[in-house]
């Protein structure tokens, strides 16, 4: 949680760096807030538990970084040069965010100017993100509007923009009074000489909305396609200055995925999650389950406990629960299966479960015998009472694995589990296929 606070503080420290390290501090911060957030996260887990995670977030990760190249990248919007189109101000949590789509215009190769193939050609008046043609910028990649075509002849006078001796109407969304005049120090698009009025084949003039204080394309010229990263497709942050430049929002597909989205998201919070455990026949093995919070009561984020309960564990039922290990004084949240309710008296005698002096087989996989070092195992042995009697509001809960010469992680080791400690029942196996089913 320190390294979050930390990389929060960097974040907010990279607004007021220089220009060339703004976006190289602001993304430190953000990686320092990430790892942080990770080491929280993983800290109750075991070793194999972690392995099966990393190896799901890193195939995650690969499929974000696959997507940010490939389809669409989040870009902070530096300066005011495209107002108010585009609201720019590089202090922290100011400034419109967007999304670029890149695979509009075509897919270009890594870290490269150059495009694998092409896609749709660039339109007038097209919001689009670049890299830049100068090589001392301050900012490698800019957001401006494609004013000029390729092959046209453009001046700017009287405040308007020409195109082959025709004047340019604005889009509607454009103000009507956008300056585009510029100094004769930006001589692209503005001198008579062919070579800076004619726009030359796979080129363009991009130029921003805020004329009067924008370096845009009448100082640098023209920008070849293969600089452009992809187009402006709206603006996500801050909620407020949300904005659909494509009308891709009205489209049904899209509210269908926002829709499964918040579906997701509500499901999530107040019904159920997945979860990775241990293989009952395999212990380095992971079994992936979904835990239905709703199977026991209402479910309400941010609560040790249930808001409210209809319905106790039963024995038999396999359940996600906290705990704290004795041994390293961290919570971890496991899988076991419940073998004795509150007020039974519990023994594990060679190997077998006997409640109220019965013998208890509980539901496959459940093991019959529960084998390993019981001399470890401090609850549900010997005649004391306290270690073998369950409170009220409390379960003894076994895991279903067995682990040689060791014992795993459950009431054994851990006591007695308090009721408000059980988040939910574990309901399904979806992972592996071949062990897919109810559990």
Request: aromatic residues 12%; neutral net charge; charged residues 20%.
């Amino acid at each position: 949680m320190t390294l979050f606070v930390v990389g929060i503080g960097v974040m907010y420290m990279s607004s007021r760096a220089r220009p060339a390290l703004m976006d190289t501090v602001n993304y430190t911060g953000i990686a320092i807030a990430a790892v942080g957030c990770l080491l929280w996260f993983i800290s109750g887990m075991d070793r194999a538990q972690l392995f099966e995670w990393l190896r799901s977030g890193a195939t995650a990760l690969l499929l974000a970084l696959m997507i940010r190249w490939a389809v669409a990248e989040p870009y902070r919007i530096p300066s005011g040069s495209m107002e108010p189109t585009l609201h720019g101000d590089p202090r922290f949590g100011r400034g419109d965010r967007v999304f670029v789509n890149k695979w509009v215009y075509g897919l270009r190769y890594p870290f490269m100017n150059k495009r694998i193939w092409y896609g749709k050609a660039p339109e007038r008046w097209d919001l689009v993100v670049f890299k830049t043609v100068e090589e001392d910028a301050v900012h490698k990649t800019l957001v401006k509007r494609i004013v000029g075509m390729p092959g046209e002849h453009v001046q700017i006078r009287d405040g308007r923009v020409y195109a082959d001796g025709e004047p340019l109407e604005l889009p509607s969304e454009m103000s009507d009074d956008t300056y585009f005049t510029t100094p004769l120090d930006g001589p692209y698009g503005v001198q008579t000489p062919e070579r800076f009025s004619v726009i030359p084949d796979g080129h363009y003039l991009v130029l921003g909305d805020n004329s009067a204080h924008s370096r845009d394309g009448r100082y640098f010229g023209w920008v070849p396609n293969e600089h452009i990263v992809g187009r402006v497709s709206c603006i996500w942050f801050p909620p407020q200055r949300w904005r659909d430049f494509t009308g891709f929002a009205r489209t049904w597909w899209w509210r269908g995925i926002l829709a499964l989205v918040f579906l997701a998201i509500i499901l999530r919070l107040f019904v159920g999650r997945l979860y990775p455990a241990h293989n009952a026949d395999d212990p380095k093995k992971i079994d992936h389950l979904v835990v239905s919070f709703a199977h026991y009561g209402l479910h309400l984020p941010a609560m040790s406990r249930l808001a409210t309960r209809w319905r106790a564990p039963q024995r038999g039922e396999l359940v996600m629960y906290a705990a704290e290990n004795p041994e390293d004084n961290v919570t971890h949240l496991l899988v076991g299966r419940v073998a004795a309710l509150p007020g039974e008296h519990v023994q594990l005698q060679d190997g077998l479960l006997t409640v109220d002096n019965e013998t208890v087989t509980l539901p496959p996989p459940a093991p019959e015998c529960y084998a390993g070092p019981h001399g470890k195992a401090k609850y549900g042995r010997g005649k004391s009472k306290e270690h073998s009697v369950v409170p009220e509001k409390h379960y003894f809960i076994l895991a279903d694995e067995t682990i040689e010469d060791a014992l795993p992680p459950d009431s054994r080791t851990l006591g007695w589990i308090p009721l408000e400690r059980i988040a939910g029942r574990a309901v399904w196996c979806w992972w592996p296929p071949q062990r897919m089913g109810r559990r």
